[in-house]
């Protein structure tokens, strides 16, 4: 054990001076990519036994699990860029498909993309066991119920799975995860509705054969370029997010070297939480309780005295306006323009402007993020409120496949196992009678 005394002049500008007060022992902990390694705390001990200091960080609100070359996120300064690319840019050119090419590749395609795209549509042809999986679901399941049940299967249909030894291999397996999951969210649609499947026409593009397969034959203006496009930029602001919960348990379930297909099912699971992927859903519970302009005031006192949730507010991540909102501000009235104006858009619109003028919500840092006004876009183009989650799922299945692929290559890469501090009983013996 270090016993040399505190010296601040001894550290360096990489370094963190840490004086232990109930031993006097002193360390300069490295600093590498603005963080240390927990591990250095384990050399804090009060004894030769001790197991030494852990950090306690509920929700990781500040540990780093990984190091990650996909997405940056200033939080405070509301800026989310993939790749270097910012998402604003992204939004305004880019197509879902060149993106997810992004983020798994590194570098946006040139050539390239034509092969990529074909590659996608060879491969976005559903096995009819998965259809007979979402047959076997009564017709009030939750979608994403059904996308779980659906990927999970995959992994059994796709064995060579659990084969992942060859870099060519997990990419093929990422290709089909991008090409299928679209077309298992239309078939769960297809079904809560009691409507026949859609046949894939991968020859249409990614988005529209997404939208054939999900409205062929309802009254939806689903081959209109705003609503087309309107949907691809809302795949696009949800194809990564960084290390977020669902993102977090993918690389997770990953670290155990578990299928791909598995990895995804988990992180669909963490998903499909009302406080992750289910929060746009929400947003239009809370409009629809609004009801109108007249009661936003109660609600706002509700909400501050703690018996109202504002939901699609606030982000553990932004402390500004999430860019992402910003965007979809824009192309909602392109979206609305075809559909309609969504009946809750005014209550909306009136909410936001009164949050973000109050100090109570100010202070708090609660801006609109990206749940908040893309539920309303959703459901103008025909979809119903339990279809949104697996819209979410099916963008970020892209982000999922880029961090999965990333995991493999880390060489810091270990198996996901987070300490615990216990404090259950001590060591007691189990009565004679027992």
Known sequence: MDTTPASPAAATASQLSVVDERTGTSRN?????????????????????????????????NTAAC??????????RGILEHRGYPIEQIAERGTFLEIAYLL????????????????????????????????????????????????????GIYPDARDLSLAAAREEHGM??????????????RHGQGLDFVPSEPQRGYVPNFLNMTFAGQEVDYQHTNVQRGLEVLFLLHADHEQNCSTNVVRGAGSSDADPYSCMAAGLAALSGPLHGGANEAVLVMLREIGSLDRIPDFEAGVKSGKRRLM?????????????????????????EVTGVNPLLAIAIELEKVALADPYFIDRKLYPNVDFY??????????????????FALARISGWVAHWLESWVDKDRKIARPRQLYIGSARRDLPANA
Do not use: C
């Open 312 to 336: 699609g507010f606030g982000h553990r991540v932004y402390k500004n306006y999430d860019p992402r909102a910003r965007v979809i501000k824009k192309i909602a009235d392109k979206v609305f």
């Open 374 to 391: 893309s539920g309303l876009v959703y459901e103008a183009v025909g979809l119903p409120a339990a279809m949104f989650t697996a819209l």
């Open 67 to 76: 190091r990650s070359a996909i997405t940056y996120i200033d939080g405070d």
């Open 104 to 155: 798994i590749k590194g570098e946006l395609p040139g050539v390239e993309l034509a092969s990529w795209e074909a590659s996608i549509a060879e491969r976005s042809k559903l096995p009819d066991e998965i259809y007979g999986l979402v047959k076997a679901f009564p017709k009030t399941a939750h979608p994403m119920n059904i996308l779980i049940a659906g990927v999970a299967a995959l992994g």
């Open 29 to 61: 902990l490295p600093i590498h990519d603005e963080a240390i390694d927990a591990t250095e705390l384990r050399a804090f001990k009060v004894a030769a036994d001790d197991p030494g200091l852990v950090s306690f960080d509920p929700g990781f609100v």
């Open 176 to 189: 089909r995860l991008i090409a299928q999951v679209p077309l298992i969210v239309a078939a769960a649609h």
